[in-house]
């Protein structure tokens, strides 16, 4: 690919700068809550809150804004009418606070969420969950996920493990020339709420699994599922057909691509290449990887659709299963122009968010 060409695809990418980036002091709780808002182009700002020990506010910060691209770009490769945000807690020590400090922390969130006037609408992430939206809705209307007898969509992971394995049968059908799951060999990378899921549809479907997990207390999913346990660092030089990440970012690097000994890679984890050069390191090597923001967008379809657009489970169903059809175009774009993945990704979310501003 020509550099004229690479810079013309940049130009098409969501721009980086943020809206709002504001860091405040909880008054409740003292801790760092710093909120970053992308963009609201195509709508309020949706994302998460992210409750992570950091080794500084900066590093804090860093993230929100970070995460706050991320959302702007799933989301609008989602097709929905959101922009993207994240809120980040600096905790000070891994230890997350419970009881009445995580009440006072979880106030305090709301307060700001609230005093943002609805430019921005929060949701669980890394260390919170659908009872934390409960209680930061006391102090907001700006929140999803709440439990279900709340009135809320609920815990998004099964809906985020449905968009994972719709994205899979992209990736079989570019990779082996069907979508058919059946007789694969997936290492799934982390067994939490979602990973659990992806590896119980996966094990539904017909594959094979080889599976990991830093708490060896999850090796009992793999026993159930019949499949293969393996240490968490020797993952990723498992031969696999397709790897999916399904717990933090940061696993692709220049240091662990060269480890690679599958296919194509496709999971819900966040962030899984360390920067773009590494898609062009998987290219390189003939691996297939597919966007994590596409591929993880199931859950904040199935949120935003119910508690926002009041769509029906067959609307909410046909969504998801389109992140398929969006993830064939952008292999097809990347196929064609000559670029990666990662870039074309960009490329169709900008298209968008800037057809929008037009129509405005």
Request: proline content about 6%; charged content about 20%; overall charge neutral.
């Amino acid at each position: 690919m020509t550099a004229t060409l690479e810079q013309a695809l940049a130009l098409n990418t969501p721009d980086s700068s943020p809206e709002l980036v504001q860091i405040v002091r909880g008054r409740r709780s003292g801790l760092p809550i710093s909120v970053a808002i992308h963009s609201t182009a195509l709508g309020p700002a949706a994302g998460g809150c992210r409750i992570a020990h950091y080794p500084d506010p900066a590093a804090a910060v860093a993230d929100a804004r970070r995460l706050a691209v991320a959302m702007t770009e799933k989301n609008a490769l989602a097709s929905l009418d959101h922009g993207g945000g994240k809120a980040v807690v600096a905790l000070p020590s891994p230890d997350r606070p419970s009881g009445t400090g995580r009440t006072a922390l979880l106030h305090d969130l709301g307060d700001i969420v609230e005093a943002l006037g609805g430019r921005y609408i929060t949701g669980p992430d890394v260390g919170s969950g659908p009872p934390d939206m409960a209680v930061i809705g006391e102090r907001t209307t700006h929140v999803s996920c709440r439990p279900v007898e709340d009135g809320g969509s609920g815990d998004s992971s099964l809906h985020t493990a449905r968009g994972t394995l719709a994205a899979l049968g992209a990736v079989a059908k570019e990779t082996y020339g069907s979508p058919r799951l059946a007789g694969l060999t997936f290492g799934v990378i982390g067994l939490g709420a979602v990973g659990a899921h992806v590896a119980r549809l996966l094990a539904q479907a017909g594959a094979r699994l080889v599976v990991t997990d830093v708490d060896p207390a999850t090796r009992g999913l793999a026993d159930e599922l019949d499949a293969t346990w393996v240490r968490p660092d020797d993952v990723l030089s498992a031969e696999v057909d397709i790897l999916v990440p399904a717990a933090l970012g940061g696993l692709l690097t220049a240091r662990t691509v060269p480890l690679l000994r599958c296919a194509a890679i496709a999971g819900p984890a966040n962030n899984q290449l360390d920067e773009p050069a590494t898609g062009r390191l998987l290219a390189a090597r003939g691996i297939l990887w597919a966007p994590d923001v596409l591929v993880s967008s199931g859950g904040v379809i199935h949120a935003t659709g119910v508690e926002l657009r009041q769509e029906s489970e067959e609307q909410l169903t046909e969504r998801i299963d389109g992140i398929a059809a969006t993830l064939r175009q952008v292999f097809h774009t990347a196929r064609t122009r000559r670029t990666t993945p990662a870039l074309a990704a960009r490329q169709l979310a900008g298209q968008r968010i800037r057809a929008t501003r037009r129509e405005g």
